[in-house]
């Protein structure tokens, strides 16, 4: 049996990560039997990230090459879908993945009355007596890649305005179509859904939180993604 090697669950999510939500909602798209393995530190995994798939052996990490893996096994994420259309979901999963996703990142590290929820959770594996230590280094290792990005040296209403940008774009494509190519979900939903889902779900609501459940079609499409999509991963 194939094994995923995930982040534990967390506010009502099936994972920390929308990466390694996003792998679970392949692993079940594929038909594949799969069971997880939650972990808290995935220093000693390829890439030293997560999701991390097990399989035969080997182990595949990267919700991409993870994809890419159960394609080659006979998975098929794009049904019904043309070359072009699958070229979209490659680049709407670009966007919300390298962009929209950061956003998350940032209110979830930089965000103080987030992180106040969200540091003891992610870190309480780490011993008592040096887990405000870890986090604390975390935190500012986070922060030096937002830094570094450029995100983290945005104005509040910059980054709520590239937020809007991508938003507005995530709604003309999916108009009238209950998931993002049609009515069925795809890979591409994979990717969106854990993100949006994710920032809707923040301990703390901020700007950003705000702006997604404002948007009408978020609302309708959680919705539905959550219930076609997530069933008994939560």
Same mark, same amino acid.
């Given at each position: 049996?194939?094994? *995923?090697?995930?982040?534990?669950?967390?506010?009502?999510?099936?994972?920390?990560?929308?990466?390694?939500?996003?792998?679970?909602?392949? *692993?079940?798209?594929?038909?594949?039997? $799969?069971?997880?393995?939650?972990? /808290?530190?995935?220093?000693? #995994?390829?890439?030293? +990230?997560?999701?991390v798939?097990?399989a035969?052996?080997?182990?595949?990490?990267?919700?991409?090459?993870?994809e890419? $893996?159960?394609?080659?096994?006979?998975?098929?994420? =794009?049904?019904?879908?043309?070359?072009?259309? !699958?070229?979209i979901? %490659?680049?709407?999963?670009?966007?919300?993945?390298?962009?929209?996703?950061l956003?998350?990142v940032?209110?979830? $590290?930089? %965000?103080?009355?987030?992180?106040?929820?969200?540091?003891?959770?992610?870190?309480?594996?780490?011993?008592?007596?040096?887990? !405000?230590?870890?986090?604390? +280094?975390?935190?500012?290792?986070? +922060? /030096?890649?937002?830094?570094?990005? &450029?995100?983290?040296r #945005?104005?509040?209403?910059?980054r709520l305005? +590239?937020?809007?940008?991508?938003?507005?774009?995530?709604?003309?494509?999916?108009? @009238?179509?209950?998931?993002?190519?049609? /009515?069925?979900? @795809?890979?591409?939903?994979?990717?969106? *859904?854990?993100?949006?889902?994710?920032?809707?779900?923040?301990?703390?609501?901020?700007?950003?939180?705000?702006?997604?459940?404002?948007?009408? $079609?978020?609302k &309708? =499409?959680?919705?539905?993604?959550?219930?076609?999509? =997530?069933?008994?991963?939560?």
């Open positions: 049996m194939l094994t *995923l090697i995930t982040f534990p669950a967390s506010f009502g999510e099936p994972s920390h990560s929308p990466f390694c939500v996003k792998a679970m909602i392949l *692993l079940q798209m594929s038909g594949q039997p $799969w069971q997880r393995e939650d972990i /808290a530190n995935p220093s000693s #995994m390829p890439h030293g +990230k997560l999701p798939l097990r035969n052996g080997e182990l595949i990490p990267d919700s991409e090459f993870i890419g $893996w159960l394609t080659e096994q006979g998975a098929d994420f =794009y049904p019904d879908c043309s070359s072009e259309q !699958k070229a979901g %490659h680049s709407i999963t670009r966007m919300v993945e390298e962009s929209l996703r956003t998350l940032h209110d979830r $590290w930089l %965000h103080d009355q987030n992180w106040a929820h969200i540091g003891p959770l992610f870190f309480e594996a780490v011993p008592r007596p040096i887990r !405000k230590l870890i986090a604390r +280094k975390a935190r500012k290792s986070v +922060k /030096a890649g937002l830094m570094s990005h &450029g995100i983290a #945005m104005s509040a209403e910059q305005q +590239k937020v809007d940008n991508d938003l507005n774009a995530l709604e003309q494509i999916i108009g @009238t179509n209950d998931f993002m190519l049609g /009515a069925a979900p @795809t890979a591409v939903d994979a990717a969106v *859904l854990p993100v949006l889902s994710m920032i809707d779900r923040l301990p703390v609501e901020t700007a950003i939180t705000q702006l997604v459940r404002s948007k009408g $079609w978020v &309708g =499409y959680l919705q539905r993604g959550r219930s076609t999509l =997530y069933g008994d991963l939560v």
